[in-house]
């Protein structure tokens, strides 16, 4: 315990109080995720039906590539704090216009609060780990990410069981106006973060000015592998997420009873995260291969889905939990052993390839899937593509360990 801890003890006092606080900033930002995701997709369920979920993942990404096109423009006019606090301040000005249109019988409003939903999570959470990534070295953050993600998965759990718990007194809608209160809450302590650790400043120490996307040219197959299993565990996650709405949809019929439902399953897959994150990452990182880490991660989603939903296909129960263990592993080892791939690379290829895989790719791969699954919603193609693509991701794994033992 004292070897795994003496690095974060080595860490400068500026540097543990950013880490301090992008922590805090995340918590509350993983804190109003079950609160938005809960009310948004039972908004969305209850008005168009599980059927058309692949559409409106579709619309999540066409919206995130528009948004992302825009931050690639001001990103280097604008400090990265500012735009977080910009972010946040447009989720609660978009989440109150778009649930009172709801209210007023306007049903399309559920199409562009889930969207935007989609939306400021991925932003919020890449530019914190991006400034995170950007300001420690590789031996320091097998320390530290995984205590920022337990305290963010922790967020998400409160998040969680504070949805639930207000379905009893309040409407769905309430909840999701609710939900921008943490939203604004992360803005505010993340502006305690040193302002002058942007990427912008890393970069200038490199003597490099090279855009971050340019940047990532010499080394682009190496981030193309990493895209390439980001987008298969995106095919995994998604396909399973489809099956679940279906019975969720079929089992339980109320908007209220969804979100109820949805804010208890959040709460568990955070349970799963973080326990994963305290019990198992600081250890495995430690004393493990990087190469045995990846690849426990498809096998265990192979066992997931062949008992969730092969054997248990039928039941919400089983359903649910292979989802939750999926979504759980993904946010918490699958998230922080990728984040290792790219510590041999410098300042301004980290945030690119970041930028690219991330964002990009992240949300490219769920809108192809969502693409395919508007016109294949079988459900017995559906599980034979869950056994494909996460024997694709097994042996993806040999030619990016291969290029990461060479970079670094």
Partial sequence: MQNILKPLLEISKEDRKNIF?????????????PLTRATTTSIFLHAFGAKNSPVVWLLSVVGLSATIWLYNKIQYKAQIHKLFLGTSIF????????????????????YPIFVWKEIYIVLQVHMLYAYLTSSTNIENAKVVY???????????????????SLTSIVSTETI??????????????????????????????????????????PVLKYVLLIGLIVTLSQ??????????????????TTKIGKTEYLGKLYSLINSVSLGIQILVIPFVLKFLPLSLVHLFIPISYLLAVGIGLGFGAGELT????????LKGADYSIFSTAKEMFYFPLNAAQKYGAKYVNDIVIYRFSKGLISLILIYVQNLIIIDICLYLFLGLWVLSLVPIIKANKKLA
Avoid: C, W
């Fill in 91 to 110: 989720t609660g000005v978009f989440f109150t216009v778009g649930t009172a249109l709801y209210h007023l019988g306007f049903n399309l409003a559920a």
């Fill in 176 to 217: 999701l106006l609710i939900g921008i209160i943490p939203i604004s809450a992360a803005a505010g302590v993340f502006m305690f973060t040193d302002r002058s650790k942007v990427i912008s400043k890393l970069m200038s120490d490199e003597k490099t000015s090279v855009n971050p996307i340019e940047s990532i040219r």
């Fill in 318 to 325: 089983f359903v649910a939990g292979a989802f939750v263990f």
């Fill in 21 to 33: 606080f992008v922590s805090i900033a995340l918590f509350f930002v993983l804190f109003s995720y």
């Fill in 235 to 252: 095919f995994v996650i998604n396909l399973a997420n489809f099956k679940f709405n279906f019975l969720l949809q079929e089992m339980i």
């Fill in 146 to 164: 995984g205590p920022v993600g337990a305290i963010g998965s922790i967020g998400g759990i409160l998040g969680g069981i504070a949805t639930s």
